[in-house]
């Protein structure tokens, strides 16, 4: 189901955050994984640099609000993976969006070029469905790719 910003169901374990709805395409690829292996997720977008309140605000209570894993989504200087692992301890993915006149090469680096001890796993540009085949596994899922 899309979402702009909701649940797809009680108690969801996958929090995904965007930088911005203009990373929504990236985002669906995302979520089809997750409802096609029935994990319930919640999305909102919340942008580092626009809104770095709310986004210190969704990230330090994740783990009390259930969440097991974030997926946090950005293009450009890509801060909003980093910057929510900088306020959770939960396992972080970032997922760098080709948007820009880099294409997506500006926030691969800006995530994946994390500081020791502040992990996130990065997977590759616009590969939103490796992000959430990233987080089944930590969930413990099964997740099969396609053809597979
Ligand atoms: N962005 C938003 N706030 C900080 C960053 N880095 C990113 C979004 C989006 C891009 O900037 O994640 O990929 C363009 O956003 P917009 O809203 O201008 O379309």
């Known amino acids: 189901m899309a979402m702009t910003s909701g649940t797809s169901a009680d108690s969801p374990e996958v929090l995904i955050l965007a930088g911005s709805e203009s990373d929504r395409d990236i985002v669906a690829k995302a979520e089809k994984v997750l409802q096609a292996a029935n994990v319930a ?3 909102e977008i919340a942008s580092a640099h626009r809104n770095p309140d709310r986004v210190a605000e969704l990230a330090g209570r994740a783990a009390e609000d259930g969440f097991r894993v974030v997926i946090a ?3 450009l200087a890509a801060a909003l993976p980093g910057v929510v692992a900088a306020h959770t301890t939960l396992p972080v993915i970032g997922l760098p969006v080709g ?3 880099l294409r997506g090469a500006d926030a691969l680096l800006a ?4 500081p020791p001890g502040v992990p996130v796993a990065t997977v590759g540009i616009d590969n939103g469905a490796n992000a959430a085949h990233l987080a089944l596994r930590i969930l ?3 997740s099969k790719p396609p053809g597979a």
């Open 73 to 75: 989504a950005a293009g």
């Open 140 to 142: 413990g899922r099964t």
């Open 111 to 114: 995530i994946v070029m994390m």
């Open 41 to 43: 997720y919640r999305f």
């Open 99 to 101: 948007a820009g006149p």
